[in-house]
């Protein structure tokens, strides 16, 4: 996408309503090498064992993108229909862990090693589309 500023990679994870977001790191740490690619990426020394992988994951793509086409933003937004807002909790304590504050609804920016800026968000989907 491109902005004012220049160009921007987004990435949207969907989160699945109520079922699991693809697990924690901790399930993650047999492959030492693509979870250290990754904490690389978003200036992490080490990751806790609750933190789910599919937001480091995702987060890591949008960095990787934004690299590849030489953009100055990469951004990664986690989309949710659960009418229990379930594994909200989960995106703020990757937030946190990233150094940010996801206090309101609002883009969160974040600074890492590259340079670049990421910024995550939280968007709640309707319950509308959710019928069929």
């Known amino acids: 996408m491109e902005l004012a500023g220049g160009i921007a990679d987004l990435d949207e994870q969907i989160a699945k309503l109520e079922r699991p977001c693809a697990g924690m790191a901790a399930v993650w740490q047999s492959l030492p090498e693509r979870l250290r690619y990754i904490c690389d990426l978003l200036g992490l020394i080490d990751v806790p064992p609750d933190v789910h992988y ?22 990664m ?34 600074s890492v090693p590259s340079g670049k800026t990421l910024m995550l968000g939280w968007a709640s989907g309707s319950q509308e589309f959710r019928r069929a």
């Not at 599919?54 to 951004?75: C, I, N, P, T, Y």
């Open 54 to 75: 599919q937001l480091l994951h995702r987060s890591a793509s949008a960095l990787v993108e934004a690299e590849r086409f030489d953009a100055k933003m990469a951004g």
């Open 77 to 110: 937004i986690v989309h949710s229909f659960s009418p229990k807002n379930r594994w909200r909790a989960a995106f703020d304590r990757f937030v946190d862990l990233l150094g940010g504050s996801a206090e309101s609804d609002d883009p969160i920016r974040i």
